[in-house]
């Protein structure tokens, strides 16, 4: 099995992104960090959400979606935005992908997200409900992924 990499776009919430390094570590999947963030990196409150992780993680930042793929170029993506047609498990990720989250406020970039249709999915919900959470959404991923792949390397 190749890598899953997390892909967050401007995190806004300390919490969250400590939940998603937590989730990370305990998967084997890399975090990539898109900036701005919306904390400091060494915010308490990151840190007390996934501190003990820290130092087990695989965590790569960008200053921009730009500079993320000048480094990946060839990246395999999808992107998990609610405005999506198809769900996410109609697709059949491939064994190193990058799973895109946008910010908790605002998703990924329209324009983003505009030039890669084919690449966007949706976790199903009920109609005019608020999106998940955005670290159980990435856990759903995550796990959607290494479901596919027969759960490599794990107990």
């Keep these: 099995m190749g890598k899953v990499n997390i892909v967050l776009v ?12 937590r989730t ?18 060494d915010s ?4 007390r959400a996934g501190l003990d992780y820290w130092d087990s993680l695989d965590i790569t930042y960008y200053d921009g979606l730009s500079d993320f793929f000048e ?3 060839d990246a395999d993506f999808y992107c998990f935005t609610s405005k999506a047609k198809q769900s996410y498990t109609d697709i059949r990720y491939p064994e190193n992908v990058y799973l895109f989250f946008g910010k908790e406020t605002a998703g990924l970039p329209t324009e983003f997200t505009a030039q890669h249709p084919e690449r966007c999915v949706r976790l199903p919900m009920r109609p005019g409900q608020r999106c998940l959470n955005l670290s159980n959404a990435v856990a759903v991923g995550v796990y959607e992924v290494l479901r596919q792949h027969g759960f490599p390397e794990r107990a």
């Design 10 to 21: 401007e995190p806004e919430i300390p919490q969250n992104t400590g939940n998603i390094a």
């Design 71 to 73: 480094k990946h170029p």
């Design 24 to 41: 990370c570590a305990a998967t084997g999947a890399s975090l990539h960090l898109i900036r701005p963030l919306g904390f400091a990196i």
């Design 44 to 47: 308490a409150k990151l840190k």
